[in-house]
């Protein structure tokens, strides 16, 4: 008999504990391939973020630490609307690596995928946006490494549906560092891996422009270019196999996006776009080529759909003076003469000071989280305005680069047909020199000579015309690497503040978490005095109904944080769907 509805799924022993001193763990919300992500709450503070800690199993592989540092290192750095925000970072007392992330309500486009293929306008604007998220990375030297569905967050912001958040830079920059990783190793989901990351070698940004190309084709189509159950099969087709058309799976595919995908997944990185500007800008030529209506179709009954419900609200430290007050009248009903004994006098005293103690406290945490969020909107208003200008310069050296090529393709064709003009002006001059020793007519060695003198014009012509466009392409060089000049000093400029922002950053979480850990002794004392006060007068009658109220207020609180843990996607997990 089947008896797995009678099972019920053990608690997570790691909720309600509180992490760095500031964290509490309200929810556990999903599992990737190296942390595990939890709903989180500062503990004085009304702050909900997602918490990713590293695995249990894996805290001591010290590699997969690195993974995760540059993952909150890369993206705080590329700080781009379409990538997640990463707030805090570090280290337990224990030893354990933790990230804090900004809490995010929405499906994966994985999730969505399942329901097969997307309508074009749809799947182009999805595109669009990871494709600006990746052009910001990739000017600002980040690689993703590893993108893919479940990867990809589909939000609402603004009114608008769709927003792209891309999640998990844990293994950006993998490759560029021999400490993190053996020569040769290969890492990644293969489903989406990039040739050259499948024969082991470095993965760049044309390897995230390939996995784009997957993306697109996914959407596109309902299903994945290579498919097998075997991982070194499936590894063997991204190296050798050419990608089938969209068109054969789905063929009202639009031509202009068969072009895009199958340029995405060439097999030689120098075949696909050379940046993701370039693809950028073929996405919204493809979105202007479009019929403007609308591609989402609203489901009967969903007019009057309610958004999920917003996490719980905590009831902080002032919830700690309205229990003290109702111990206090507890006490007078039971004890009306004041004969109470010296233990209960002592409780009740102590119940009134630590809240009043933990409000001051309160007070001055809020006091530094408010510097420390304005220390980070200034960083992150920096970061964006020097990614934005880096962009910008990107974006133009992309042009020129695409140009300068172009002057060079068309400067080798000019080289050829001046190698044959060279060979028609010497055959011609031979020709004239040779009928002018032995004499002949008139007409016939005007004829010769013309023919020469024609053939040294047209030398001279594509000469001339090999020079200007030779010219031009050193021009488009030299400005590219003017541009290029330009972005190094903006980055190194970016890493300098970013650094020093970091130090700063540290030292006042460190005075939180400091002032924090105080608070917790807090209230570890005060649930220490609250329960001997409950003890003590749970069985008096003339307190019955005021111990029903306190009892009351406790548990409704927990309630609504029960109740606020649905309809939850967290970040960074590697679900096939929404995680309740």
Known sequence: MNTSRNVTKPQDPMLGRVVAGR??????????????????????????????????????????????????????????????????IGETEEGELYLVMEYLVGTSLSSELAKGPMPLARAVDLLEQMCAALAR???????HRDLKSDNILLSSRGGRKDFVKILDFGLAHLAMDPRLAPKGAVFGTPEYMSPEQARGEEAGPPSDLYALGVLFFEMLTGQLPFRSNDRDTLLEMQRSSPPPKPAAIKPDVLPQAELIVLKLLEKERRKRYQ?????????????????????????????????????????????????????????????????????????LVQTWDLASRATRLEGEVASHTRKLESLERRGRALRA?????????????????????????????????????ERAAGT???????????????????????????????????????????????????????????????????????????????????????????????????????????????????????????????????????????????????????VL
């Open 428 to 578: 011609a001059k031979a020709q004239a020199d040779q009928a002018a020793q032995q004499g002949g007519a008139a007409a016939t060695l005007r004829a010769i000579y013309e023919r020469s003198g024609a053939a040294a014009a047209l030398l001279d012509a594509r000469r001339e015309a090999l020079g200007e466009r030779e010219q031009k392409a050193q021009v488009k060089d030299a400005q590219a690497k003017d541009l290029r000049r330009q972005i190094d000093e903006l980055r190194a400029q970016l890493a300098r503040y970013a650094e020093a922002l970091e130090e700063d950053l540290a030292a006042g979480r460190e005075k939180v978490a400091s002032r924090t850990r105080e608070g917790l002794n807090f209230e570890k004392a005060f649930s220490e005095v609250s329960t001997l006060l409950l003890n003590h007068l749970k069985q008096k009658p003339e307190a019955r109904d005021l111990i029903q109220e306190l009892m009351s207020n406790m548990h409704g609180g927990s309630q609504a944080a029960n109740a606020g843990s649905k309809h939850v996607v967290p970040m960074g997990t590697e679900s096939r769907g929404p």
């Open 23 to 88: 964290y509490r763990l309200e929810a556990r919300a999903g599992e990737g391939g190296m942390g595990v992500v939890y709903r989180a709450r500062h503990v004085l503070i009304d702050r909900v973020v997602a918490l990713k800690l590293i695995r249990p199993d894996l805290r001591g592989e010290t590699h997969l630490r690195a993974w995760m540092l540059r993952e909150a290192r890369a993206a705080n750095r590329v700080d781009h609307a379409h990538i997640i925000d990463i707030h805090d």
């Open 385 to 421: 305005e020097i990614g934005r200008k880096v962009e910008e310069l990107a974006h133009e050296e992309s042009r020129a680069l695409r140009d300068a090529a172009a002057e060079q393709q068309e400067a080798a064709k000019l080289r050829e047909l001046v190698q044959v003009a």
């Open 137 to 143: 990375a990739h000017d600002l030297g980040v690689v």
């Open 275 to 347: 940046d993701a500007h370039h693809l950028h800008e073929e996405l919204k030529a493809l979105q202007r080529s479009l019929p403007s209506t609308p591609w989402e179709v609203q489901q009967p009954g969903q007019e009057n759909a309610a958004p999920p419900p917003p996490p719980p609200q905590s009831p902080g430290v002032i919830e700690w003076a309205n229990r003290a007050a109702l111990f206090s009248r507890m006490v007078s009903r039971v004890y009306p003469a004041g004969n109470l004994p010296t233990e209960v006098q002592n409780a």
